[in-house]
């Protein structure tokens, strides 16, 4: 589906070559999933970002109607549609970044493990698809659950022999941008002046903010450590009970994903000094897979920080994460190989 349905794909390739020849700044990024709740509203961020010159807009209903919508944006990025699975690897080819929020979101009274049984087998068919059509592209994987959907990716990865451990990233932005909203509320600061690193997974106790390295410096009272502690765990838990059904955080969540897609952005581009949380193979604990500050650069994840010095209060919250964070690792791996 080229955006204009008048105009064939090959004028729509020129186009994007003269922009390309031109000089401008320009990345190719697919999401999968473009469709959804979090989809539709990360495309359309995602039309808006001017390091973005081709946005292609894979689902397996509606992303014609999506593209349609998108591309009526007076923006600098190409869109275009694919439709099904017959259409994958269309959608990926030639991607230097591909973002996937496909599956199916929590309802009240679920955990983000109940989502495993149908979200492994999507996350694994995408996964395929992109070992074989832009094995060097760099994945943000959304779909939760995110501590066994990413182990899950680089089993596919590994069995494909395409496998970059630096590339594959499961994105816990939302779990900062939740941590500094209400770490600026509790301190009443402006909350783009806030910093708060988190670690560990993306579900409930694995989500560990470290509020002792809170930007700017600053201290908290038991009661507020244990209060923004348990908020920021439970943030999503928040959005799926207001929602009574209908889903799960979708807008902060495109807004987070976007923000990280950025940030990747800037480090394929070559800034320096890009750092962000996320979820990846690490060897900051005995676990392989760990979310903390990274370093994006040319090559993805260039490099994963130590944690840093923490209180007593988040040492205890670091073993209950890893212990949970070791099983949904397991269950990602044995997934693939059983
Ligand atoms: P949604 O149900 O609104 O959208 C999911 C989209 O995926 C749908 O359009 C569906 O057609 C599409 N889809 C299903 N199977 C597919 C396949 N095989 N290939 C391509 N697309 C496929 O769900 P929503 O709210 O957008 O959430 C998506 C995922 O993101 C869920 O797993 C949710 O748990 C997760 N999530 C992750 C967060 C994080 O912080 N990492 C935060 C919030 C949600």
């Given at each position: 589906y080229p955006s204009n349905p008048q105009m064939g794909e090959g004028s729509m390739l020129e186009r994007t070559n003269c922009r390309a020849k031109g000089g401008a700044a320009g990345f190719k990024v697919a999401i999968l999933g473009a469709a959804g709740g979090i989809g539709q509203p990360l495309a359309m961020l995602m039309k808006m970002n001017?390091?973005?010159s081709v946005l292609h807009l894979y689902d397996v209903v509606n992303s014609p109607g999506v593209t349609a919508d998108i591309s009526h944006?007076?923006?600098?990025a190409v869109v275009r549609g694919f439709l099904g699975q017959s259409e994958l690897e269309g959608a990926l080819t030639g991607m230097d970044l591909v973002i996937i929020p496909a599956g199916i979101p929590r309802k009240p009274?679920?955990?983000?493990?109940?989502?495993?049984?149908i979200n492994a087998g999507i996350v694994r068919t995408l996964c395929e698809g992109i070992a074989k059509c832009c094995p060097n592209a760099i994945v943000n994987l959304i779909s939760n659950p995110v501590n066994s959907t990413v182990p899950i990716a680089a089993e596919v990865f590994k069995k494909a022999g395409?496998?970059?451990?630096?590339?594959l990233l499961g994105v816990t932005s939302l779990d900062v941008v939740r941590a500094n909203t209400f770490v600026a509320e509790v301190l009443g600061?402006?909350?783009?002046e806030v910093e708060v690193p988190v670690v560990g997974g993306h579900a409930g106790v694995t989500i560990l903010p470290l509020l002792s390295q809170v930007k700017p410096p600053c201290s908290f009272t038991q009661e507020e450590t244990e209060y923004l502690t348990k908020r920021i765990q439970d943030g999503g838990t928040e959005v799926v009970e207001a929602k009574k059904g209908a889903g799960s955080a979708t807008l902060s969540m495109a807004y987070a994903a976007v923000k990280f897609a950025d940030v990747c952005l800037k480090g394929l581009r070559g800034d320096a000094g890009v750092v962000a949380c996320a979820f990846v193979a690490s060897q900051?604990?005995?676990?392989p897979f760990f979310a903390s500050k990274v370093r994006l650069g040319r090559m993805g994840a260039e490099e994963v920080y130590q944690l840093g010095p923490l209180n007593e209060y988040e040492r205890i919250g670091l073993q209950k994460a890893k212990k949970e964070l070791a099983e949904s690792i397991q269950k990602g791996i044995s997934f693939i190989r059983n």
């Open positions: 001017p390091l973005v944006m007076d923006t600098g009274g679920m955990t983000r493990d109940d989502l495993f049984k395409t496998y970059d451990p630096k590339k600061l402006d909350p783009r900051v604990t005995e676990l």
